[in-house]
């Protein structure tokens, strides 16, 4: 398995620190609003590339956080007047449904930014130690940047420059600093928000040193692998690097891999542009298995264009490898035969190279998008060659291909089961579309089907209403 290092900007051979073992820290969002469709593509992808490596026979310890102390958590817990806490309790709550509609498997631990305080101290404690860090008067803790010698390194970034670019960028309150490049490992309190008590003065920790902390306490002070967006790369994860290797004395981080930016029709996401679409909104409108399909539909290194459109491609694609996986249930109900036949057996072949070839993709720096290219080969395969006749044998190994290699992929291939009001709203919808186009009588056959189902329709002023007979 080869894998792009955003560090070495080159792919390399992967081998884990243990055998048989992988340790991946994923940074998560800050909680302090629904998450955004940009905030699901890391989510998805590195979900994704966890399912592989479970599906590779490795014990992966996967670790992703939620930021729960934040300065757009206290402005967001301000305009609401309760405390901080509630705005992020809140909010955890809500992306964890959002990330399991995704079908997001659940980190094998979330830590909580405010629950590794003292975690966070005692890391800041021994980068003061190291001379890696000072206290200026205020009580903030601010990290020296040229203490560390591979600064830059990630991000490709040369200090002098950033020193250069900070100076300009300096805001009041900073004139303590040594250099403009430094950042704040801790920070006093404003009045009105959460704080803790430190030696350095009460406050909060900065932003950087909470993944640091995390990391080392539930992964160890070595991980194989780190990842996020690549918006995180500078200052984020530059600053973990920092922070992380100064305190130990070891390398962090064996791979440092990064997701490209989501655009909306072409352009950058932005609320002013009135192109900001929550994950809870595109699921208002689409099974949010269509947007995990259309997120691994293109190379994660790759820049994603996000448009109605192409979830409408993806909700279709998805519907194809869906009915051909019900073509085979009712196939396998009809089969009176266990053993395959010979031209079967030369299909099995092919059924195998194909998953041959689906693991090469995805041993590929996690090539999804040849990667599900190759699941609907099998879906050709079995559409053309699978019926009522064939082997039960043959049945069970295409609908056994497809299942494994979708579940690798995070996709599920059982059709959503509506509830019944979804069911009725769906055939209420279909009826007036019918008669829109004057097709009287598919709108007599569904309203026909309801009354079947008990539900009696009412056509009001106000549109259509229905009742249980």
């Not at 390398?251 to 997701?259: E, L, S, V």
């Not at 009135?274 to 269509?290: C, H, M, P, S, W």
């Amino acid at each position: 398995m080869r894998i792009f290092n955003t560090f070495t900007r080159k792919k390399e051979e992967f081998v884990p620190l243990e055998e048989g073992k992988v340790k991946m820290y994923v940074c998560g969002p800050t909680v302090y609003n629904l998450i955004h469709i940009g905030n699901a593509r890391p989510m998805i992808f590195f979900d994704t590339v966890r399912r592989y490596f479970i599906y590779k026979g490795y014990d992966v310890n996967y670790v992703s956080n939620f930021t729960d102390v934040d300065d757009k958590i206290i402005n967001r817990a301000k305009e609401e007047g309760v405390e901080s806490i509630v705005i992020s309790t809140r909010y955890i709550a809500e992306c964890k449904k959002d990330m399991a509609d995704m079908n997001i498997m659940p980190a094998t631990k979330h830590p909580l930014a405010t629950q590794e305080i003292d975690g966070m101290e005692d890391m800041i404690k021994t980068l003061i130690e190291k001379k890696h860090a000072y206290v200026a008067k205020d009580g903030t803790v601010y990290f020296d940047v040229e203490s560390f010698k591979d600064y830059g390194r990630l991000s490709n970034k040369n200090i002098d420059e950033l020193q250069s670019g900070f100076r300009e960028l300096q805001v009041t309150g900073e004139e303590s600093k040594k250099s403009p490049a430094d950042f704040v490992l801790w920070k006093p309190k404003k009045e009105g928000e959460p704080y803790w008590d430190s030696p350095w003065s009460k406050g909060r920790p900065g932003w950087h040193i909470e993944c640091s902390v995390m990391s080392r306490k539930y992964l160890g002070v070595q991980i194989d692998i780190h990842g996020g967006g690549e918006d995180l790369i500078f200052p984020h994860h530059e600053n973990e690097i920092a922070q992380s290797e100064s305190s130990s004395g070891m390398k962090f981080a064996n791979f440092w891999m990064h997701n490209a930016f989501l655009n909306i029709d072409n352009k950058k996401m932005s609320k002013s542009l009135g192109n900001f679409f929550t994950v809870r909104q595109i699921g208002e409108k689409y099974d949010l298995q269509a947007l995990r399909f259309f997120m691994l539909s293109a190379h994660y290194r790759n820049p994603l264009n996000f448009s109605m459109d192409l979830m409408e491609s993806s909700k279709n694609a998805l519907d194809r490898i869906i009915t051909s996986v019900e073509r085979l249930d009712e196939f396998l109900l009809q089969s009176s035969r266990d053993a395959a036949d010979d031209m079967e057996k030369q299909n099995l072949d092919r059924l195998l190279k194909l998953k041959n070839k689906f693991e090469v993709f995805m041993d590929d720096d996690f090539n999804t998008a040849d990667a599900i290219s190759t699941v609907f080969e099998i879906v050709r395969l079995a559409n053309s060659t699978a019926d009522e006749n064939s082997s039960k044998e043959y049945i069970n190994a295409l609908h056994e291909a497809i299942d494994t290699l979708c579940n690798v992929l995070g996709i599920i291939t059982k059709r959503k089961q509506l509830s019944i009001d979804e069911e009725v709203e769906a055939l209420i919808e279909k009826r007036q579309e019918a008669r829109k186009n004057k097709d009287y009588k598919q709108a007599d056959e569904i309203r026909n089907r309801l009354l079947s189902m008990g539900i009696v329709l009412e056509d009001t002023r106000e549109g259509v209403k229905w009742k249980k007979a």
